[in-house]
């Protein structure tokens, strides 16, 4: 059986990455939980329906374009299915200690 084709989802690269965009994209209680779901998970990415949100598809969509367009994550295609990975190595190279205070803050 042959693999499934594999695409990457237009992001923006290292350099590209503003710390604005960064931080709105992070503000939000349900991107932040996509967030936490992915730094905890497998480092291949998690399939973006895994991941149990309050919030129907279409908003569920909204929330990850706006993670990958800030950098945040990427994102790519396997078959029918899109995989979210943390852009963990980026966002640590550009704001060490961000994500870690991030994630491990209590509310």
């Keep these: 059986m042959p ?7 237009p ?6 990455i503003r710390i604005e965009q960064v931080l709105q994209a992070l ?8 967030v936490r779901a992915l730094a905890t998970g497998p480092a291949v990415g998690i399939a973006c329906g895994a991941v149990p949100l309050p919030v129907t598809k279409s908003t569920r969509t909204h929330h990850l374009r706006i993670l990958r367009e800030a950098g945040v994550i990427t994102m790519r295609t396997e ?21 870690d205070g991030v994630l491990g803050a209590p509310h």
């Design 3 to 9: 693999a499934a084709e594999q695409t990457v989802l």
């Design 79 to 99: 078959g029918t299915r899109r995989i979210a990975v943390l852009r963990r190595d980026d966002l640590d190279a550009l704001y060490p200690g961000l994500l």
């Design 11 to 16: 992001q923006p690269s290292r350099a590209e």
């Design 27 to 34: 503000g939000d209680p349900v991107r932040l939980t996509l």
